[in-house]
T-cell receptor, first 109, second 116 residues
Framework: QQQVKQSPQSLIVQKGGISIINCAYE??????FPWYQQFPGKGPALLIAIRPDVSEKKEGRFTISFNKSAKQFSLHIMDSQPGDSATYFCAARSYQLTFGKGTKLSVIP | KAGVTQTPRYLIKTRGQQVTLSCSPI?????VSWYQQTPGQGLQFLFEYFSETQRNKGNFPGRFSGRQFSNSRSEMNVSTLELGDSALYLC???????????????FGPGTRLLVL
Protein backbone atom coordinates (compact mmCIF):
# COMPACT_ATOMS: atom_id res chain seq x y z
CA GLN A 1 0.00 0.00 0.00
CA GLN A 2 1.28 3.41 -0.91
CA GLN A 3 2.11 5.40 2.19
CA VAL A 4 3.44 8.79 3.08
CA LYS A 5 4.57 9.18 6.68
CA GLN A 6 4.49 12.68 8.12
CA SER A 7 5.92 14.05 11.34
CA PRO A 8 5.45 15.67 13.76
CA GLN A 9 1.73 15.41 14.34
CA SER A 10 1.70 18.83 15.96
CA LEU A 11 4.18 21.66 16.20
CA ILE A 12 4.35 24.84 18.25
CA VAL A 13 6.71 27.52 17.06
CA GLN A 14 7.32 31.04 18.26
CA LYS A 15 6.73 33.92 15.90
CA GLY A 16 9.81 34.47 13.78
CA GLY A 17 11.04 30.92 14.24
CA ILE A 18 11.51 28.14 11.69
CA SER A 19 8.86 25.46 11.32
CA ILE A 20 10.05 22.12 9.94
CA ILE A 21 7.77 19.29 8.87
CA ASN A 22 9.12 16.01 7.55
CA CYS A 23 7.71 13.35 5.26
CA ALA A 24 8.95 9.98 4.05
CA TYR A 25 7.65 7.75 1.30
CA GLU A 26 8.24 4.26 0.00
CA UNK A 27 6.90 4.11 -3.53
CA UNK A 28 9.51 5.15 -6.07
CA UNK A 29 6.75 5.63 -8.65
CA UNK A 30 5.80 8.93 -7.01
CA UNK A 31 6.78 11.76 -9.33
CA UNK A 32 5.30 14.88 -7.77
CA PHE A 33 5.40 16.04 -4.17
CA PRO A 34 3.07 18.88 -3.18
CA TRP A 35 2.44 20.44 0.19
CA TYR A 36 -1.01 21.62 1.10
CA GLN A 37 -2.15 24.08 3.76
CA GLN A 38 -5.56 23.73 5.31
CA PHE A 39 -7.36 26.19 7.54
CA PRO A 40 -10.37 25.14 9.63
CA GLY A 41 -13.51 24.94 7.53
CA LYS A 42 -11.60 25.14 4.27
CA GLY A 43 -10.34 22.65 1.74
CA PRO A 44 -6.59 22.08 1.35
CA ALA A 45 -4.80 24.68 -0.75
CA LEU A 46 -1.58 24.04 -2.64
CA LEU A 47 1.34 25.74 -0.96
CA ILE A 48 4.41 24.58 -2.87
CA ALA A 49 5.42 21.49 -4.84
CA ILE A 50 8.59 19.80 -6.04
CA ARG A 51 9.64 17.20 -8.59
CA PRO A 52 12.09 14.44 -7.61
CA ASP A 53 14.82 15.74 -9.94
CA VAL A 54 15.15 18.90 -7.85
CA SER A 55 16.73 18.93 -4.38
CA GLU A 56 15.30 22.21 -3.17
CA LYS A 57 12.59 24.67 -4.10
CA LYS A 58 11.94 27.98 -2.43
CA GLU A 59 8.92 30.24 -2.70
CA GLY A 60 8.98 33.19 -0.36
CA ARG A 61 9.22 31.94 3.20
CA PHE A 62 8.46 28.35 2.20
CA THR A 63 11.14 25.88 1.14
CA ILE A 64 10.91 22.22 0.21
CA SER A 65 14.02 20.08 0.64
CA PHE A 66 13.98 16.77 -1.23
CA ASN A 67 16.30 13.80 -0.69
CA LYS A 68 15.58 11.25 -3.38
CA SER A 69 18.00 8.59 -2.13
CA ALA A 70 16.53 8.71 1.36
CA LYS A 71 12.97 9.04 0.02
CA GLN A 72 12.35 11.96 2.30
CA PHE A 73 11.20 15.51 1.86
CA SER A 74 10.54 18.36 4.21
CA LEU A 75 8.85 21.74 4.41
CA HIS A 76 10.61 24.65 6.08
CA ILE A 77 8.67 27.76 6.96
CA MET A 78 11.03 30.62 7.71
CA ASP A 79 10.05 33.57 9.90
CA SER A 80 6.87 31.77 10.95
CA GLN A 81 3.88 34.01 11.55
CA PRO A 82 0.64 33.51 13.52
CA GLY A 83 -1.19 33.54 10.19
CA ASP A 84 0.73 30.39 9.25
CA SER A 85 -1.16 28.49 11.97
CA ALA A 86 -2.90 25.75 10.04
CA THR A 87 -2.68 22.06 9.27
CA TYR A 88 -0.07 21.11 6.70
CA PHE A 89 -0.20 18.00 4.56
CA CYS A 90 2.54 16.55 2.47
CA ALA A 91 1.47 14.43 -0.47
CA ALA A 92 2.93 12.30 -3.19
CA ARG A 93 1.40 11.57 -6.53
CA SER A 94 1.48 8.67 -8.95
CA TYR A 95 -1.99 8.29 -10.45
CA GLN A 96 -3.57 9.77 -7.30
CA LEU A 97 -2.52 11.93 -4.41
CA THR A 98 -1.46 10.03 -1.30
CA PHE A 99 -1.43 12.29 1.73
CA GLY A 100 0.46 12.29 4.99
CA LYS A 101 -1.64 12.44 8.14
CA GLY A 102 -1.03 16.15 8.61
CA THR A 103 0.83 18.45 11.01
CA LYS A 104 -1.05 21.00 13.04
CA LEU A 105 1.15 24.06 13.29
CA SER A 106 0.57 26.70 15.92
CA VAL A 107 2.66 29.84 15.75
CA ILE A 108 2.53 31.75 19.02
CA PRO A 109 3.30 35.46 19.33
CA LYS B 1 -12.09 31.93 -12.38
CA ALA B 2 -14.48 30.56 -9.84
CA GLY B 3 -13.04 27.84 -7.65
CA VAL B 4 -14.31 24.35 -7.01
CA THR B 5 -17.75 24.42 -5.45
CA GLN B 6 -19.38 21.70 -3.41
CA THR B 7 -22.95 21.35 -2.26
CA PRO B 8 -24.31 21.00 0.26
CA ARG B 9 -21.72 22.24 2.73
CA TYR B 10 -23.24 20.41 5.68
CA LEU B 11 -25.43 17.37 5.88
CA ILE B 12 -26.91 15.29 8.67
CA LYS B 13 -28.19 11.81 7.91
CA THR B 14 -29.09 8.70 9.89
CA ARG B 15 -27.67 5.23 9.58
CA GLY B 16 -29.01 3.27 6.64
CA GLN B 17 -29.89 6.32 4.57
CA GLN B 18 -28.13 7.29 1.39
CA VAL B 19 -26.62 10.62 0.42
CA THR B 20 -25.56 12.39 -2.76
CA LEU B 21 -22.91 15.08 -2.79
CA SER B 22 -22.23 17.41 -5.68
CA CYS B 23 -19.06 19.00 -7.03
CA SER B 24 -18.62 21.61 -9.74
CA PRO B 25 -15.00 21.80 -10.92
CA ILE B 26 -13.13 24.85 -12.07
CA UNK B 27 -14.24 25.84 -15.55
CA UNK B 28 -12.21 23.93 -18.12
CA UNK B 29 -11.10 21.24 -15.70
CA UNK B 30 -12.04 17.76 -16.81
CA UNK B 31 -10.70 15.66 -13.95
CA VAL B 32 -12.55 15.43 -10.66
CA SER B 33 -11.26 13.47 -7.68
CA TRP B 34 -13.01 12.77 -4.40
CA TYR B 35 -11.37 12.38 -1.01
CA GLN B 36 -12.63 11.50 2.44
CA GLN B 37 -11.05 13.35 5.36
CA THR B 38 -11.35 12.10 8.94
CA PRO B 39 -9.31 12.89 12.05
CA GLY B 40 -8.16 9.29 12.35
CA GLN B 41 -7.40 8.36 8.76
CA GLY B 42 -6.58 11.75 7.29
CA LEU B 43 -7.20 12.35 3.60
CA GLN B 44 -8.01 9.23 1.65
CA PHE B 45 -8.57 8.96 -2.08
CA LEU B 46 -12.00 7.69 -3.11
CA PHE B 47 -12.04 7.89 -6.91
CA GLU B 48 -11.25 10.02 -9.92
CA TYR B 49 -13.44 10.77 -12.91
CA PHE B 50 -12.30 12.04 -16.27
CA SER B 51 -14.52 12.54 -19.29
CA GLU B 52 -17.46 10.86 -17.54
CA THR B 53 -15.41 7.71 -16.83
CA GLN B 54 -14.04 6.49 -13.55
CA ARG B 55 -10.31 6.41 -14.14
CA ASN B 56 -8.96 5.47 -10.71
CA LYS B 57 -10.46 4.09 -7.55
CA GLY B 58 -9.28 3.98 -3.96
CA ASN B 59 -9.82 1.29 -1.39
CA PHE B 60 -13.40 1.97 -0.35
CA PRO B 61 -16.41 -0.36 -0.32
CA GLY B 62 -18.92 -0.44 -3.14
CA ARG B 63 -21.33 1.67 -1.08
CA PHE B 64 -19.29 4.62 -2.31
CA SER B 65 -19.93 5.45 -5.92
CA GLY B 66 -19.77 8.41 -8.19
CA ARG B 67 -20.41 9.73 -11.62
CA GLN B 68 -19.45 12.58 -13.83
CA PHE B 69 -21.59 14.47 -16.27
CA SER B 70 -20.73 15.84 -19.69
CA ASN B 71 -20.14 19.30 -18.19
CA SER B 72 -17.55 17.73 -15.83
CA ARG B 73 -19.72 18.22 -12.78
CA SER B 74 -19.52 15.20 -10.50
CA GLU B 75 -21.68 13.57 -7.89
CA MET B 76 -20.73 11.14 -5.19
CA ASN B 77 -23.21 8.76 -3.62
CA VAL B 78 -22.94 6.82 -0.40
CA SER B 79 -25.58 4.19 0.22
CA THR B 80 -26.53 2.48 3.47
CA LEU B 81 -24.74 5.05 5.58
CA GLU B 82 -22.72 3.92 8.58
CA LEU B 83 -21.59 5.97 11.57
CA GLY B 84 -18.02 5.70 10.32
CA ASP B 85 -18.93 7.53 7.14
CA SER B 86 -19.06 10.78 9.10
CA ALA B 87 -16.34 12.84 7.49
CA LEU B 88 -15.44 15.83 5.38
CA TYR B 89 -15.79 14.88 1.73
CA LEU B 90 -13.53 16.88 -0.52
CA CYS B 91 -13.63 17.27 -4.24
CA UNK B 92 -10.61 18.36 -6.24
CA UNK B 93 -10.32 19.27 -9.90
CA UNK B 94 -7.45 19.51 -12.33
CA UNK B 95 -7.28 20.16 -16.08
CA UNK B 96 -6.73 16.56 -17.13
CA UNK B 97 -5.45 14.75 -14.06
CA UNK B 98 -2.38 13.48 -15.90
CA UNK B 99 0.37 12.55 -13.48
CA UNK B 100 3.06 13.10 -16.07
CA UNK B 101 2.15 16.76 -16.27
CA UNK B 102 2.27 17.03 -12.51
CA UNK B 103 -0.90 19.01 -12.52
CA UNK B 104 -2.09 20.75 -9.44
CA UNK B 105 -5.33 19.61 -7.89
CA UNK B 106 -7.55 22.39 -6.60
CA PHE B 107 -9.78 21.49 -3.70
CA GLY B 108 -13.26 22.68 -2.86
CA PRO B 109 -14.34 23.56 0.69
CA GLY B 110 -15.83 20.13 1.26
CA THR B 111 -19.12 18.74 2.42
CA ARG B 112 -19.24 17.84 6.09
CA LEU B 113 -21.39 14.75 6.56
CA LEU B 114 -22.58 13.67 9.98
CA VAL B 115 -24.21 10.28 10.29
CA LEU B 116 -26.30 9.74 13.42
Amino acid sequence: QQQVKQSPQSLIVQKGGISIINCAYENTAFDYFPWYQQFPGKGPALLIAIRPDVSEKKEGRFTISFNKSAKQFSLHIMDSQPGDSATYFCAARSYQLTFGKGTKLSVIP
Amino acid sequence: KAGVTQTPRYLIKTRGQQVTLSCSPISGHRSVSWYQQTPGQGLQFLFEYFSETQRNKGNFPGRFSGRQFSNSRSEMNVSTLELGDSALYLCASSPSGTSGNQETQYFGPGTRLLVL
